[in-house]
C-alpha cells in the first residue's frame, strides 16, 4: 500500500521561504509523476507543480516564479520551497502521486501558517 | 486563465441518485482533459474516486461512476449513502498544467 507522508514547519515568517518533504512508502518513485496541491481556509483546492521521477517539473503559471519542486529517488522523497510568502500562503499543503492522467494516493495534509 | 466550475453545494436524500458537473472555461470538456474526481472529508486524506473520465480505482465504491454530460465532466452517486456527505472536486489537464474545480459540498439529508 502506497502512502505519502507531508512533513515541515507548520510556521512560517512573512518574506521566508515555506519549506515541505513529502516521504514516499510502499512503492518505487519510478516512473510516476509527484504533486503539491494545496487548500487554503475556507477555498478549494489549488495545484502548485509537479516532478517527474526523472527530474521534469511544471508549476501553475501563477506561482511559478516561486516555487521549486525537487526530488531524491533514492530517499523516497520529494520537496517543494515556496519563497516570499505572504500570509495568502496559508493553507492545508497536500502531496500526491499520479500516473500521468491517474491521479492516486494523496497525503493526509499538513497546515502552515505564514505570520510572525 | 483557465477557470473550472462545480455547483457550490447539492443536497440529495439517502438511496437518491445525484450527478455534480465540471464545467471549463475553455469550452466543451473532452476526454483530453482526462477529469479526475476527488473526495475530501475533514481530517482525512483526499480520497481518489476516478481517472481518465470514467475508469474507477480499486477502492472506488461501484455507486460512484464518471462520464461527460452536455460538454461536461459528471460524477453521479447512486444509492447515496450518508457516509457520502463530503465535499467534492473534479480536476482537468489543460495546457500542460493541472486545474481544481471550485469543489461542491454534498449534503446527505
Known amino acids: 500500500q502506497v502512502q505519502l507522508q507531508e512533513s515541515g514547519p507548520g510556521l512560517v515568517k512573512p518574506s521566508e521561504t515555506l519549506s515541505l518533504t513529502c516521504t514516499v512508502s510502499g512503492g518505487s518513485m519510478s516512473h510516476y509523476y509527484w504533486s503539491w496541491i494545496r487548500q487554503p481556509p475556507g477555498k478549494g483546492l489549488e495545484w502548485i507543480g509537479y516532478i517527474y521521477y526523472s527530474g521534469s517539473t511544471k508549476y501553475d503559471p501563477s506561482l511559478k516564479s516561486r516555487v521549486n519542486i525537487s526530488v531524491d529517488t533514492s530517499k523516497n522523497k520529494f520537496s517543494l520551497k515556496l519563497s516570499s510568502v505572504t500570509a495568502a500562503d496559508t493553507a492545508v499543503y497536500y502531496c500526491?502521486?499520479?500516473?500521468?492522467?491517474?491521479?492516486?494516493?494523496w497525503g493526509q495534509g499538513t497546515l502552515v501558517t505564514v505570520s510572525s | 486563465q483557465t477557470v473550472v466550475t462545480q455547483e457550490p453545494s447539492l443536497t440529495v436524500s439517502p438511496g437518491g441518485t445525484v450527478t455534480l458537473t465540471c464545467a471549463c472555461s475553455t469550452g466543451a470538456v473532452t476526454s483530453h482533459y482526462y477529469p479526475n474526481w476527488f473526495q475530501l472529508k475533514p481530517g482525512q486524506a483526499p480520497r481518489a474516486l476516478i481517472y481518465s473520465t470514467d475508469n474507477k480505482h480499486s477502492w472506488t465504491p461501484a455507486r460512484f461512476s464518471g462520464s461527460l454530460l452536455g460538454g461536461k465532466a459528471a460524477l453521479t452517486v447512486s444509492g447515496v449513502q450518508p457516509g457520502d456527505e463530503a465535499e467534492y472536486y473534479c480536476l482537468l489537464y489543460y495546457d500542460d498544467t493541472w486545474v481544481f474545480g471550485g469543489g461542491t459540498k454534498l449534503t446527505v439529508l
Open positions: 500526491a502521486r499520479s500516473g500521468g492522467t491517474e491521479w492516486g494516493y
